[in-house]
């Protein structure tokens, strides 16, 4: 009876083991898998997954196989979806993006499902390829277009042609200076029609209006001769030395004389002021002669200046009133003021006249056409003098001074005479009309004299 029992009591043990054993199979079968959290429940899910054998349970939404969506936030979006949507920004109908999924249409006014032509700027409406437009040639470079030019009709998408604008308000297509928006122009009076016109005879109207017609005009100012057309501004100058300031350029220009040579002589004690043998007759303003007292002058200067001619009797002494009349500047030349000598006349040393070392070393020589180094009459007489001494010559100081090398130079009045001009090549400047020519003396006797005088000098180019 007992075995009975323990037989029985073992085979119910080993039942509840192999019911325990299926049990524990089963789960041990149970198969782990990846999910992903769908949160718009359109059975895509998005981010990373979570693996368990039994999906968990979320309150953002629900976890599901499928992964893959682009924006777990519309369920619309999703890999299920099969229609194909574009960007357009603008509303004109055309994208312009890569194609998004969608299961509908989430934005008409931001997408299209039109496909055919893409559009070149989603900003802007008025640029599609359904538009066209209008371009008008901008020959002048002025962003403003020729309304009678040639126009160019473009797609809207396409490149604007070089040298057009897409509008047609230019005024004068051919000139940058005439447009809308240009500043005034000033027309300036050209008699002339050389191109410049005169400074203060001028039309200023706005940039559109039309051009005066009342007067022949020019855009450029500037003209110093409007009844001549070969002077102006922009003219070249023919010669440096025909007086005529060709260029405008306010520079005086000299006038020098290199024509066939005049010879003049004047004897002792000729009458200097009455007799027209007895004048060199240089300029209207300028007429060379030698009292008998031995100075040489400028007596058209007596009748200009003074408004007399000397008489015989005229006291010229340097001291008294001919040095009070001849003291009166004309112009400043370097350190000299020009005076002593024939009035509105300076000279220069043009070329060696001596043999001593003092000529040698002697450096204030003029040149014809350069004011630099021409002096009073009365300091070239002193400069010969004192060369001929073989006395260096250091500095002018006025018409009546110069400064010898020598320490112990006195008053250079003693061994001053005309006579050291003889055969010295000279050069004239008529300051006044800016004239240079050159003379050279033949005679030229002392003061006590009775004023001979004899020389050569240059005339005006024929």
């Given at each position: 009876?007992?075995k009975?029992?323990?037989?029985?009591?073992?085979?119910?043990?080993?039942?509840?083991?192999f019911?325990?054993?299926?049990?524990?199979?089963?789960?041990?079968?149970?198969?782990?898998?990846?999910?992903?959290?769908?949160?718009d429940l359109?059975n895509?899910?998005?981010?990373?997954?979570?693996?368990a054998?039994k999906?968990?349970?979320?309150?953002s939404?629900?976890?599901?196989?499928?992964?893959?969506?682009?924006?777990?936030?519309?369920?619309n979006v999703?890999?299920?979806?099969?229609?194909?949507?574009?960007?357009?920004?603008?509303?004109?109908g055309?994208?312009?993006s890569?194609?998004f999924?969608?299961?509908?249409n989430?934005?008409?006014?931001?997408y299209?499902?039109?496909a055919?032509?893409?559009?070149?700027?989603?900003?802007?409406?008025?640029?599609?390829?359904?538009?066209?437009?209008?371009?008008?040639?901008?020959?002048?470079?002025?962003?403003?277009?020729?309304?009678?030019?040639?126009?160019?009709?473009?797609?809207?998408?396409?490149?604007?042609?070089?040298?057009?604008?897409?509008n047609?308000?230019?005024?004068?297509?051919?000139?940058?200076n005439?447009?809308p928006?240009?500043a005034?122009?000033?027309?300036?009076?050209?008699?002339?029609?050389?191109?410049?016109?005169?400074?203060?005879?001028?039309?200023?109207r706005?940039?559109?209006?039309p051009?005066?017609?009342?007067?022949?005009?020019?855009?450029?100012?500037?003209?110093?001769?409007?009844n001549?057309?070969?002077?102006?501004?922009?003219?070249?100058?023919?010669?440096?030395?025909?007086g005529?300031?060709?260029?405008?350029?306010?520079i005086?220009?000299?006038?020098?004389?290199?024509?066939?040579?005049?010879?003049?002589?004047k004897?002792?004690?000729?009458?200097?002021?009455?007799?027209?043998?007895?004048q060199?007759?240089?300029?209207?303003?300028?007429?060379?002669?030698?009292?008998?007292?031995?100075?040489?002058?400028?007596?058209?200067?007596?009748?200009?200046?003074?408004?007399?001619?000397?008489t015989?009797?005229?006291?010229?002494?340097?001291?008294?009133k001919?040095?009070?009349?001849?003291?009166?500047p004309?112009?400043?030349?370097?350190?000299?003021?020009?005076?002593?000598?024939?009035?509105?006349?300076?000279?220069?040393?043009?070329?060696d006249?001596?043999?001593?070392?003092?000529?040698?070393?002697?450096?204030?020589?003029g040149?014809?056409?350069d004011?630099?180094?021409?002096?009073?009459f009365?300091?070239?007489?002193?400069?010969?003098?004192?060369?001929?001494?073989?006395?260096?010559?250091?500095?002018?100081?006025d018409?009546?001074?110069?400064?010898?090398?020598?320490?112990?130079?006195p008053d250079?009045g003693?061994?001053?005479s005309?006579?050291?001009?003889?055969?010295?090549?000279?050069?004239?400047?008529?300051?006044?009309?800016?004239?240079?020519?050159?003379?050279?003396?033949?005679?030229?006797s002392?003061f006590?004299s009775?004023?001979?005088?004899?020389?050569?000098?240059?005339?005006?180019d024929?």
């Amino acid at each position: 009876m007992r075995k009975n029992n323990f037989f029985g009591l073992l085979t119910m043990v080993m039942g509840f083991g192999f019911l325990v054993m299926v049990s524990c199979s089963k789960d041990d079968s149970c198969e782990n898998r990846t999910c992903y959290l769908d949160k718009d429940l359109d059975n895509f899910g998005a981010g990373a997954g979570t693996t368990a054998c039994k999906p968990p349970s979320s309150a953002s939404g629900q976890y599901v196989l499928k992964n893959g969506d682009a924006n777990d936030e519309d369920p619309n979006v999703n890999p299920g979806c099969t229609l194909v949507f574009y960007i357009d920004d603008d509303g004109d109908g055309f994208p312009s993006s890569e194609p998004f999924y969608f299961c509908e249409n989430p934005d008409p006014t931001k997408y299209t499902d039109e496909a055919d032509t893409f559009d070149c700027n989603d900003n802007d409406t008025s640029l599609n390829p359904d538009v066209f437009i209008t371009y008008y040639p901008d020959t002048d470079g002025d962003g403003f277009g020729d309304p009678n030019g040639t126009t160019m009709v473009v797609q809207g998408c396409k490149p604007a042609p070089a040298n057009h604008v897409t509008n047609s308000d230019d005024c004068d297509d051919t000139d940058p200076n005439r447009n809308p928006e240009a500043a005034q122009i000033t027309y300036y009076y050209d008699g002339d029609k050389d191109g410049y016109g005169i400074e203060d005879e001028f039309d200023v109207r706005d940039a559109c209006d039309p051009a005066p017609e009342n007067f022949t005009w020019s855009l450029q100012a500037g003209d110093c001769n409007d009844n001549d057309d070969t002077i102006h501004p922009g003219a070249e100058e023919i010669s440096d030395f025909d007086g005529i300031d060709s260029n405008c350029d306010g520079i005086e220009e000299a006038i020098l004389w290199g024509g066939e040579p005049k010879l003049f002589s004047k004897a002792a004690n000729a009458d200097w002021v009455g007799d027209p043998q007895a004048q060199d007759i240089i300029t209207e303003n300028v007429v060379f002669t030698r009292s008998t007292k031995g100075f040489v002058t400028n007596i058209a200067w007596w009748q200009n200046e003074i408004g007399q001619t000397p008489t015989e009797d005229e006291d010229l002494e340097w001291e008294s009133k001919g040095r009070k009349f001849l003291g009166d500047p004309v112009a400043n030349v370097g350190e000299a003021l020009p005076s002593g000598g024939p009035n509105g006349v300076r000279w220069a040393i043009l070329s060696d006249g001596g043999d001593t070392e003092a000529w040698s070393n002697f450096d204030m020589y003029g040149t014809l056409g350069d004011p630099t180094n021409f002096y009073s009459f009365n300091n070239i007489i002193a400069m010969c003098s004192l060369l001929n001494l073989n006395e260096g010559i250091d500095q002018v100081t006025d018409a009546f001074g110069i400064i010898g090398v020598a320490e112990d130079y006195p008053d250079y009045g003693a061994g001053i005479s005309p006579e050291s001009l003889v055969e010295v090549r000279l050069g004239v400047w008529l300051v006044e009309e800016n004239i240079y020519f050159t003379l050279r003396f033949t005679e030229l006797s002392d003061f006590n004299s009775g004023g001979v005088m004899s020389y050569s000098r240059s005339t005006p180019d024929n």
